[in-house]
């Protein structure tokens, strides 16, 4: 089973799971009497359709995903380490330790030698560090070659006494310092962060041949029944009623009066003016670029990612984490989606730019109509 296949079994889970807690109507299978079970058991993933007389041959059993198995290095290595470097060699006191005991110290070093051996080499290989530290040799060599050619080109300026001459050469200590500036910016652009997680044992995923089940497409924002109800779940509360409704998302709480709920945003723009609209978003140098840049690579976005590598200081407001997931999104309410990113291209396509992530969530993911729109501009 490749990586993708595996990935997309564990977001489908995800996926499913959410979407049943947050909507009746994603809770059972059409013609199912019973709700979808998700299972999450010690390194394993179980999903499965309510059973029906109704729906033979479709619901029951639907995946079990074993999960894949980690290891992270730093802390093995600090591990491994103390217990090597704090080794006694017990044979020396075999009048205080019987053989058994002597014999499983050993053992445990040996088996802690053999584990960093095994863990060291696939690190270095993930992270490609020979190849940096070469470059990094390289780099200084050439720094220190480059330096002493400037610092005779220096001497040669001040003894020149031909103007012409003395430009040329100016020119020529200026074009080294132009080369050194950009070997550094490689050198920059190579340190990137470590993975410091191995894989030890891959992921699998069984597909029960009762399995009928496909990824669901972009939700559409639901109808809100103008009568008065409240529900509780596990993970939020929502009150609606013919007044007003405060709906809570993260830390951010929104009201909204039932005059604006009506939608009065409805872009309508051509193929084109999309096309157009998302090129020129993507060749500026904006959050909502970097992000966009990256959904067309990554299907979703880690927290951990987000703050590292594409939110800048810039940013201003937008560089909070609980802050960029709803003006991802529309709500149908206009005093709202007013401010949100490519809101007129999210109504003309009548998608919100990512899924509803749920509570406090660790990573976003794209939706199928934004992802299928930036491919076909790459």
Known sequence: MSDKEYFEAVQLFYEERLKSQLKEKFRKCEGCQGDKHFIEEVGKLIYSCGKSSKSKGKCGPQMTITLAKYLYYPEMKEDVSKILNN???????????????????????????ELLHKCKKPFLEKNKLKQRENLIKKTHRNRIQLKKDQTLLISKIQKEEDEDKKKTLMKEYIQINQRIKEEYEDLVKSNKPLIQFLVIEKGSVIKHELMNIEIPEALEPEVIDPKS???????????????????????????????????????????????????????????????????IKNDILIKDDYLTK???DKDHLENRWSELIPILMKSGVENTDKHHYLIDVQYSINSSIIEDP???PGYITITKPWKKLLLELK
Not at 230 to 258: F, H, L
Not at 267 to 291: A, V
């Open 87 to 113: 080794y006694v060699d017990l044979k020396q006191f075999k009048d205080v330790f019987s053989k058994e005991e002597i014999d499983s110290h050993n053992e445990i070093k040996k088996y802690n030698e």
């Open 358 to 360: 749920g509570i406090k």
């Open 310 to 312: 594409i939110r800048h």
């Open 229 to 295: 109800y409240e529900r509780r779940d596990d993970e939020r509360r929502i009150r609606v009623g013919p007044k007003s409704y405060t709906r809570r998302y993260d830390d951010r709480r929104i009201r909204v009066s039932p005059k604006s709920w009506k939608l009065k945003l409805n872009k309508n723009l051509t193929k084109d003016e999309i096309n157009k609209t998302i090129k020129d978003t993507l060749n500026k140098d904006l959050l909502i670029s970097r992000i966009l840049r990256h959904f």
